[in-house]
């Protein structure tokens, strides 16, 4: 639909869609997931809904497990990070990793996702980041990564979803808000009158 171009690891297909914006690619017994955003171009804030879908795939109090990461990839401005949570099938607690990222792309952007376990993260996690880092727009050559440094916001808090209610203050408002949600920075596109993006992590 002309919205990106990925470089997919050897043998790795598309899944047919149930959703236009929602693109499930598989191989290797894993799955990339990218979700396309029209109107958000905001690297850090389509890494926050990559984060989301994790929490909400099962993993609710997924964090970052290293240092986040502000990239250009192909010259498109991106966030890449490793998050992970534990689950519990009976007595047995499970670590599960997100390689989660987000890219603004000159329409748009992309959140990106892959679950895996210690054994996929040691095998595929050079593979799946190489995927990441080849999205570029349509027709875009690929320049690879570079100006690789610590990102320059805060990670979303790990805790956002189970956390108590917090406070959002403006210079003309009060605004208590319920357990797990929280501000985001304001998008370039937003109407001057919008004072506040307020988000859930759980819905």
């Known amino acids: 639909k002309g ?10 297909t598309l899944a047919p869609q149930t959703d236009d914006t929602v693109y499930v690619f598989k191989g290797d017994e894993m799955s990339i997931i990218i979700e396309y955003d029209p109107e958000l171009n905001d690297a850090g804030a389509l890494f926050a809904k990559g984060l989301n879908t994790l929490k909400t795939s099962g993993l609710p109090t997924a964090a970052p ?8 990839a192909n010259d498109n401005k991106a966030r890449m990070g490793l998050c992970a ?12 990793y997100g390689l989660v990222g987000g890219l603004a792309l000159k329409k748009g952007g992309v959140s990106f996702l892959a679950i895996l376990n210690d054994a996929s993260l040691r095998k595929m996690r050079g593979a799946v980041e190489t995927s990441f880092q080849s999205i570029r727009n349509p027709g ?4 690879g990564a570079r100006d690789i440094r610590p990102a320059v916001l805060a990670a979303p808090s790990p805790s956002a979803a189970a ?9 003309y408002l009060t605004l208590d808000l319920p357990p797990g949600w929280r501000s985001q920075e304001l998008q370039p596109n937003f109407e001057k009158e919008i004072v506040a993006w307020l988000k859930s992590d759980t819905i």
């Open 65 to 72: 497990a290293e240092e986040l990461k502000d990239l250009l």
């Open 163 to 171: 956390s108590g209610p917090g406070v959002f203050e403006h210079q």
């Open 85 to 96: 949570d534990e689950i519990v099938y009976g007595s047995v607690k499970v670590k599960l």
């Open 140 to 143: 875009q050559a690929k320049t």
């Open 3 to 12: 919205r990106f171009t990925i470089d997919l690891p050897s043998g790795w």
